[in-house]
């Protein structure tokens, strides 16, 4: 007998991971709405939204259109296209890497940080959702979903994201525990973007 598809509401009644999968589907529609809602105030595309807020925040040797590439799984021409749309509305500049002339780091401008600053905005109302839940049951949530990206990296959907199970220095000892930090860790302490982080891929 064929399996009935997860978005059967027959199969959701009988299957919690169904039910689960809908409930993501749910929550990536909302960030879609969230980022058009944004980009339609200033003109922006999702991606540009997207691309405005990792260049606020994230240190000059990832500002490149490669790495931008792997970090949003998207190509290389997607991502230059939302540059080259940005450039010309001067929100961001490209500077020659000094080790590599043939690679550009991108730096925002006065008015780049500015509407960064607001767009960066756009997924507030679900963080405020998440921040009413409480502390326990929020570092619940992320460790499931760390898990869920994890397996998503190993079977190659998403590339690898840097977070503590996906690190080298990460393993499994009565809970979590970082060989780098030489400490255990609570689900809440899991993170993402760590300095220290290495693949274990």
Same mark, same amino acid.
């Given at each position: 007998? @064929?399996?009935l598809?997860? %978005?059967?509401?027959?199969?959701?009644a009988?299957?919690?991971?169904?039910?689960?999968l809908?409930?993501?589907e749910?929550?990536?529609?909302?960030?879609?709405?969230? +980022?058009?809602?944004?980009g339609? +105030?200033?003109?922006?595309?999702?991606?540009? *939204?997207?691309?405005?807020?990792?260049?606020?925040? %994230?240190?000059?040797?990832? @500002?490149?259109?490669?790495?931008?590439?792997? %970090?949003?799984?998207?190509?290389?021409?997607?991502?230059?296209?939302?540059?080259?749309?940005?450039?010309?509305?001067?929100?961001?500049?490209?500077?020659?890497?000094?080790?590599?002339?043939?690679?550009s780091?991108?730096?925002?401008?006065? /008015?780049?940080?500015?509407?960064? @600053?607001?767009? /960066?905005?756009?997924?507030?109302?679900?963080?405020? *959702?998440?921040d009413?839940?409480?502390?326990?049951?929020?570092?619940?949530?992320?460790?499931?979903?760390?898990?869920?990206?994890?397996?998503?990296?190993?079977?190659? *959907? +998403?590339?690898?994201?840097?977070?503590?199970?996906?690190?080298v220095?990460? %393993?499994?000892?009565?809970?979590?525990?970082?060989n780098?930090?030489?400490?255990?860790?609570?689900?809440? /302490?899991?993170?993402?973007?760590?300095? +220290?982080?290495?693949?274990?891929?």
């Open positions: 007998m @064929r399996k598809s997860a %978005f059967n509401p027959e199969c959701q009988e299957s919690v991971s169904s039910k689960a809908v409930a993501l749910r929550v990536s529609q909302a960030f879609r709405v969230m +980022l058009w809602n944004e339609k +105030l200033y003109g922006l595309s999702p991606i540009q *939204i997207q691309l405005l807020t990792f260049l606020l925040h %994230f240190p000059e040797e990832k @500002r490149t259109v490669t790495f931008l590439a792997g %970090f949003f799984n998207m190509t290389k021409a997607t991502i230059s296209d939302a540059v080259k749309a940005l450039e010309s509305k001067s929100y961001l500049t490209r500077k020659v890497v000094a080790t590599d002339s043939r690679s780091s991108l730096h925002l401008t006065r /008015e780049g940080k500015a509407i960064a @600053r607001k767009v /960066e905005k756009f997924a507030d109302p679900l963080h405020n *959702i998440i009413q839940l409480p502390g326990k049951e929020q570092g619940l949530l992320l460790e499931q979903l760390q898990q869920v990206i994890q397996q998503l990296s190993s079977e190659q *959907i +998403l590339s690898v994201q840097s977070m503590c199970l996906n690190c220095h990460y %393993f499994k000892k009565k809970g979590h525990y970082c780098a930090f030489k400490t255990s860790l609570t689900n809440a /302490e899991l993170r993402f973007e760590c300095e +220290l982080f290495e693949s274990g891929f």
